[in-house]
């Protein structure tokens, strides 16, 4: 079967490895008709996230159809719709039965303590083989599927794998109340996702800072103001317009991406050697109103210890932060989706082939315009 192959930093490869077969009662082998690249994965590509594998295949959102389940996967047949969640969870541990899927105390073979697995990621996360293929494995698939409603398209639900789950899980951290001022850091498409996950809490203003212009156009049609960073001051700007107050919530959905001093692979060569301005945490701490609330979802590399934890300390902020329990929020998601409240697909900018994922890569990579949220077809889908 074809798939996106990791094989050294800066070079991946559409190759044609072996079809995955069950390991476990708890597998199921899916066929997939959709998945997508996400900037986790450029992270890895350019290796500012460290240890993948040379032969891993990349990915962590797929959809497609169930082929086979193992004998301890009672709740699904083959033939049936589904969404991966791209966390791996057992859902039998004391951390999963509380809800904390990303941190499965079974899911990861490195140990309790070597945090969350997920697919198409480095050593320390499993390893496990991605969903940019034709069709995968999926371990713990009795948790970790979730069956799509027939109102619910692939391309919607390809959303629901991972950024919009991450966008809702986000806005959730930050405690979004009805009439709250939310800054949103990063127009990509896990922020995309959080202005309509905001909308969905009652958020009062949505303010929306990046400085690519299609994206903070998407931003503007999805419902928020936006400020542009290379054209203004995002700290004094959002002052300006909070009546010199501040926002009550920021949420972080850019992380390592927050600032360009270069090309992006030097800009994240730069923060894995911890040198690079991170802009993005300075930026929430400074604009947040007192009192007020820093959620983090976007992604940072362990080498990333910087935090201005004085000027928070001194406004009274509360910063909660962390990993997606995506299975907590699949479901209801896509019962959403089916009721027509929201439509994620607004954010899907190409349908792509599964066999053009490298040009693919290279334009997201490249921030090319209009180059958002990428979804890859197998020819079979």
């Not at 927050?258 to 730069?270: F, N, Q, S, V």
Request: proline share 6%.
């Amino acid at each position: 079967m074809k798939a996106i192959v990791y094989r050294g930093e800066g070079d991946i490869r559409s190759e044609n490895v072996a079809e995955p077969k069950l390991e476990a009662s708890t597998d199921a082998v899916v066929r997939l008709t959709g998945s997508a690249i996400c900037g986790t994965d450029l992270h890895f590509v350019r290796q500012s996230f460290k240890g993948v594998k040379p032969g891993t295949i990349l990915g962590h959102e797929g959809v497609g159809v169930v082929e086979q389940v193992g004998e301890h996967v009672r709740n699904f047949a083959p033939g049936d719709r589904v969404v991966i969640c791209s966390t791996i969870a057992c859902g039998s541990c004391v951390y999963c039965r509380a809800g904390y899927y990303s941190q499965c105390d079974n899911a990861n073979p490195n140990g309790k303590q070597a945090g969350t697995a997920f697919f198409g990621g480095p050593e320390a996360t499993g390893p496990f083989n991605g969903l940019q293929a034709e069709k995968a494995r999926v371990p713990f698939a009795h948790i970790g599927m979730v069956r799509i409603p027939d109102a619910v398209t692939d391309d919607q639900a390809i959303l629901v794998s991972d950024i919009f789950p991450t966008a809702y899980f986000g806005a959730e951290l930050a405690d979004i109340r009805p009439g709250h001022v939310v800054v949103v850091l990063g127009c990509g498409p896990v922020g995309l996702a959080t202005i309509l996950s905001a909308h969905l809490m009652s958020a009062g203003r949505i303010i929306a800072v990046d400085h690519e212009s299609d994206r903070l156009e998407k931003a503007r049609e999805l419902g928020a103001e936006i400020v542009d960073f290379d054209r203004e001051d995002p700290v004094e700007t959002i002052r300006a317009l909070t009546g010199g107050i501040g926002p009550d919530r920021v949420i972080d959905a850019v992380g390592i991406d927050a600032e360009k001093p270069g090309t992006d692979r030097e800009k994240d060569k730069a923060f894995a050697a911890g040198n690079a301005p991170k802009t993005a945490l300075d930026w929430a701490v400074e604009m947040l109103a007192k009192a007020g609330t820093l959620s983090i979802i976007g992604v940072y590399p362990l080498e990333f210890t910087t935090f201005p934890i004085g000027k928070a300390m001194n406004k009274n902020l509360t910063l909660r932060m962390g990993n997606c329990n995506h299975r907590k929020y699949v479901p209801m998601l896509l019962d959403l989706i089916a009721s027509g409240k929201v439509d994620p697909t607004r954010i899907i900018s190409q349908k792509e082939p599964l066999k053009a994922g490298i040009d693919a890569y290279k334009a997201f990579d490249e921030h090319e315009p209009g180059w958002i949220k990428v979804k890859l077809e197998p020819a079979e889908a």
